[in-house]
């Protein structure tokens, strides 16, 4: 057993840091799929000039702008110059968007990049340094270059073609629909986000320069699955399961964040089977209806997708997720006749915390149940904080996005609700970048000795970023000390 977690947190981590090097660009996807969606031939505002800055960014922009950034979480600044030029080599050796070259070649040139400052530290010359540094990054990001263009860039091309083959197989054989035996089970282990943005994301481009959209966006990010669920639970569902569930529908499906329908798939993993056929027939639906997108939707939400939508699609989009979310709500309805929830409130919790758990098993190494809660005071003390003069509270989660954006959204809420929000600023952040001006943090406990590494400010530990009594308790605490 024990193997079979290490294995899955290891596979987890590795998605982590693919999708890490996606989700600081979705604004420049999602600038191109806009552009591409209003001024192509066939978008809403056909512009031969302006159209003409469709190939340019997908073939050149958006690789090397994860090129870069896989090479700053790497090498830091030096590594994402580098891993940029490297990028370079790749995409000018290809003839189709290398988006999963700029994965491996970013982080590559980053490596190097700190491999190189590291044989050269403490053995230059004085006076010479800023000479000797540039040259050497200069001819290691030419021969990153070089590399990129005869050898990576042909071996990822390989892959690329090679994947594509077999997916595109699928569709013209009409069993396009049997992803959906990957897509659910991989979603709830947060391995979703890596799979779409790493080879979907790569096919769908390629294909939407040829056809103006493509089905490969639709597949891993349509919310319609989760939909079904979440509104069998709100309509058969028991307990708090079923007081959570209308609210968890609300963000779902109009926020985007799929992750809200997990825990429900934890507390019952029979639902993971209409959660499938609910995919399945979404895909068939998507693809005899001819539906495609001009951008990845990230996040996964409903407006995402209308947005995405070329000119006389639309149809098609709204019916492929609504079978989808038909089928699910009629197989999770059924599962919920034929076998009642019975479970107690905390139940649903330990649900909660399980998702927590195995969403960070592969983006917290040491996995440890650390705790690290901070006393609530009035005044300072070296274990607490001095909430009369709190100015910013900041949530952190592992990605700085989701989970820890919905937590700061609804704290900001509630401190709006106790009249105590004027001067307080509320605002997430991943945890490696929590800035020094941040007066406290608040934190998912499993990530606790994480965060202890990068954040020096005090900490408060709670289970979820959504009803933890605890931000009950900071609310009070902050009213009381201000009052």
Not at 60 to 78: A, I, N, Q, W
Not at 456 to 470: A, V
Request: with cysteine.
């Amino acid at each position: 057993m024990d193997k079979k977690i290490s294995l899955r947190a290891k596979i987890q981590s590795f998605g982590g840091f693919l999708t890490a090097m996606v989700i600081p660009n979705i604004g420049a996807f999602m600038a191109w799929g806009f552009i591409t969606a209003l001024f192509i031939p066939a978008g809403w505002l056909p512009n031969e000039q302006l159209g003409s800055l469709v190939s340019p960014m997908i073939t050149y922009m958006l690789p090397m702008l994860v090129g870069y950034t896989g090479g700053d979480m790497v090498g830091g600044k030096r590594g994402a110059i580098i891993g940029t030029v490297g990028t370079m080599g790749i995409v000018v050796g290809s003839d189709i968007p290398m988006l999963l070259g700029a994965m491996a070649m970013g982080p590559l040139g980053g490596y190097c990049s700190k491999r190189l400052d590291k044989l050269l530290e403490n053995r230059l010359p004085n006076g010479f340094e800023n000479i000797i540094q540039n040259f050497a990054l200069g001819f290691l990001g030419m021969g990153l270059a070089i590399l990129g263009y005869y050898f990576i860039g042909p071996f990822m091309l390989s892959i690329t073609n090679i994947i594509a083959a077999a997916i595109d197989g699928l569709l013209k054989t009409g069993y396009l629909a049997s992803l959906a035996l990957l897509i659910e089970p991989t979603r709830v282990l947060f391995l979703n986000n890596a799979i779409d943005q790493a080879i979907f994301y790569q096919l769908g481009m390629k294909d939407a320069l040829v056809n103006g959209s493509s089905v490969y966006f639709m597949v891993f990010a349509s919310p319609g699955p989760g939909l079904g669920l979440l509104l069998a639970f709100c309509f058969f569902g028991k307990g708090m399961s079923k007081k959570s569930a209308p609210a968890a529908t609300i963000i779902h499906f109009f926020g985007g964040i799929h992750e809200m329908y997990f825990p429900y798939v934890y507390m019952r993993p029979l639902m993971i089977f209409p959660l499938m056929l609910g995919s399945a027939a979404g895909i068939i639906v998507f693809s005899l209806m001819n539906a495609g997108l001009v951008a990845g939707a990230t996040p996964g939400s409903i407006f995402a997708f209308l947005a995405l939508t070329p000119p006389g699609k639309h149809l098609a989009t709204i019916c492929g997720i609504g079978a989808a979310a038909i089928v699910s709500f009629i197989g999770c309805s059924l599962l919920l006749k034929i076998s009642p929830i019975t479970e107690k409130d905390e139940d649903f919790s330990n649900s909660k915390q399980e998702v927590i758990d195995t969403k960070l098993e592969g983006s917290n190494k040491a996995y440890l149940k650390a705790k690290a809660d901070i006393q609530l005071s009035n005044q300072s003390n070296e274990q607490g904080v001095d909430l009369k003069n709190i100015q910013f509270i900041a949530f952190a989660c592992d990605a700085g996005a989701g989970s820890s954006a919905l937590g700061a959204s609804r704290f900001k809420k509630l401190l709006k609700e106790n009249g105590v929000d004027k001067d307080i600023i509320v605002k997430h952040f991943s945890i490696e970048n929590v800035p020094k001006e941040a007066d406290l943090v608040v934190i998912q406990e499993r990530l606790v000795e994480r965060a202890n590494q990068k954040v020096t400010q005090p900490i408060i530990s709670i289970k979820n970023y959504i009803g933890d009594p605890k931000l009950d308790e900071l609310i009070n605490k902050i009213k009381e000390a201000l009052s």
